[in-house]
């Protein structure tokens, strides 16, 4: 990749912004600049990205037609109100927001699963990654559906506060300062008390029981294995400042014993198998990793094709920011 090109980042404020220009530099996207952007009340902020400070540009006011390329990791609603504009002045958009979801004329791609999908951007100029949880299920997933088959999944999440942004963060700090002191707490950015507690939902709840966050898992893991999967998943919030763990117990279509199952994934991109007695979390082992970490791999004793698996990741390393500095890698190297 020889050419250089003109980026720009939607939501460079936030962690997950901060994150990617981070990623892009480390890992030598090969970009001659780069233009931060964000909503009116963020112009003026400064972010650090190619060694340089820069300010960050009212979004309002861009000619989307200075940048080949354009990273959004910001709110789906940013994201509805400006892809389109984009693509349409001839930027490639990739969307980390979750907001195209359910459009089937964005292709939806998760790096360690169809990397290739990214060919179809062409019908829109827009491509959506998988969310975090989603491509932190996937990068396991798909090794073992590649290799007999995934019947049925079942999942329980525990995300934390950092996935609903720095409101999040603040508001889990504040709490346990406030407790700490015997102080009241106002819930305002989770519907109840986070400090000291773990909340049953992650995301609005809808009509047919399931959270927003959950139903979103669902769509994006089928629109890439197929619908064939069925998976059912359950997503806490706990107060846990940066991290995701899930506890993924799975059905395949043909038997592997456990040796067989940690075989798979000792050779998965995006993986790294803990083995022995070894359990990772969130904070002390996944934070700053780029991979899924994965232990526990065991016989579910109540089915005879069934698997279970603890999963450790880096929500916005891993989850919100590496698998769209990837996308731009492939991209770039493939297609521009």
């Not at 989603?134 to 506060?161: D, I, Q």
Request: hydrophobic fraction near 45%.
């Amino acid at each position: 990749m020889t050419a250089q090109f003109s980026v720009a980042v939607l939501g460079a404020g936030t962690a997950a912004g901060q994150l990617v220009l981070e990623l892009i530099e480390e890992r030598g996207l090969p970009v001659d600049a780069i233009i931060p952007l964000g909503s009116a009340d963020e112009v003026g902020d400064t972010v650090r990205a190619l060694g340089r400070n820069l300010d960050v540009r009212d979004v309002a006011d861009f000619d989307w037609s200075e940048a080949r390329l354009a990273l959004f990791v910001g709110d789906a609603s940013d994201s509805l109100r400006w892809a389109d504009v984009a693509a349409e002045q001839g930027c490639l958009v990739l969307d980390a927001s979750g907001a195209f979801v359910n459009d089937d004329d964005v292709p939806l791609v998760c790096m360690e699963a169809n990397p290739e999908a990214l060919g179809d951007y062409r019908q829109r100029n827009v491509v959506a990654l998988a969310s975090g949880v989603t491509s932190e299920l996937l990068a396991v997933l798909k090794p073992l559906h590649a290799e007999v088959g995934v019947a049925r999944v079942n999942v329980g999440g525990y995300l934390s506060v950092s996935g609903v942004g720095k409101a999040g963060v603040d508001e889990l700090a504040g709490q346990t300062a406030a407790l700490l002191n015997a102080r009241p707490v106002e819930p305002a950015c989770f519907p109840a008390q986070i400090a000291f507690n773990l909340l049953g939902h992650c995301g609005e709840l809808q009509d047919n029981g399931y959270s927003r966050d959950e139903w979103q898992l669902i769509l994006e893991t089928q629109k890439v294995l197929g619908q064939e999967v069925a998976i059912n998943p359950t997503l806490a919030r706990v107060p846990v400042f940066y991290g995701d763990a899930l506890a993924v117990h799975l059905e395949l279509l043909q038997p592997l014993d456990a040796e067989q199952v940690k075989e798979v994934l000792r050779g998965a991109a995006g993986v790294a198998l803990f083995e022995d007695d070894q359990v990772p979390s969130p904070v002390c082992d996944a934070n700053g990793r780029d991979e899924v970490l994965v232990a526990r791999v065991r016989q579910d004793f109540s089915h005879p094709q069934g698997v279970d698996l603890w999963l450790v990741a880096d929500n916005l390393r891993r989850g919100a920011a590496l698998g769209v500095v990837q996308a731009a890698e492939y991209v770039l190297r493939d297609y521009f």
